[in-house]
T-cell receptor, first 114, second 115 residues
């Protein structure tokens, strides 16, 4: 069974630009969650999508948005990038709900904002 | 509300035991444990749900005290491969015994095992 894949693996952008990250979950998994990981803040929950609907959202500004397609693939978009958005962005998939199922994490996208 | 993990770091020799704790000030639906090695993605270890159900790897041992909203991860007879950062993630208990469905992770505990 193929694991969770994320593209691209590395990105360098400048302040003010926007970026789109992609995540393909494990086949059959309907839940996709996104996390931001930084040395200072640790692993922070961004949002969860289930069957194309955003089911949960973390405490991030509206510049962070996402969507999920009918094949469960998900994208995350960050507009008007700031230096503080530099981080490792991880997506994780699970069968059903995040609260009672294990999550499988992808390798992440390392975003650097200059 | 971010759960609090303790200790922040542990150094062990192979074969020694360790306990990592995770506590929350809110009522929890579930506690999750993950391990992340440097440069890699977090890997699932265990889920502990209110009511006593547990799901996870056979060699991993953990407990969940629902009265105190505390969980502990027990690492026994440690091996070099146990090194990494351990995260607990918590899902809050919602109305009707369901969950609000988002995981909040603690700051992590760095475990180093030496030969």
């Amino acid at each position: 069974k193929a694991g969770v894949t994320q593209t691209p693996r590395y990105l360098i952008k400048t302040r003010g630009q926007q970026v789109t990250l992609s995540c393909s979950p494990i086949s059959g998994h309907r839940s996709v969650s996104w996390y931001q990981q930084t040395p200072g803040q640790g692993l922070q929950f961004l949002f969860e999508y289930f069957s194309e609907t955003q089911r949960n959202k973390g405490n991030f500004p509206g510049r962070f948005s996402g969507r999920q397609f009918s094949n469960s693939r998900s994208e995350m978009n960050v507009s008007t990038l700031e230096l503080g958005d530099s981080a490792l962005y991880l997506c994780a998939s699970s069968l059903q709900g995040v609260a009672y199922n294990e999550q499988f994490f992808g390798p992440g996208t390392r975003l650097t904002v200059l | 509300q971010q759960p609090v993990q303790s200790p922040q770091a542990v150094i062990l020799r192979e074969g020694e035991d360790a306990v990592i704790n995770c506590s929350s000030s809110k009522a929890l639906y579930s506690v999750h444990w993950y391990r992340q090695k440097h440069g890699e993605a977090p890997v699932f270890l265990m889920i502990l749900l209110k009511g006593g159900e547990q799901k996870g790897h056979e060699k991993i041992s953990a407990s969940f005290n629902e009265k105190k909203q505390q969980s502990s991860l027990y690492l026994t007879a440690s091996q070099l491969s146990y090194s990494g950062t351990y995260f607990c993630g918590t899902a809050l208990d919602g109305a009707g015994g369901t969950s609000y469905g988002k995981l909040t992770f603690g700051q992590g505990t760095i475990l180093t095992v030496h030969p």
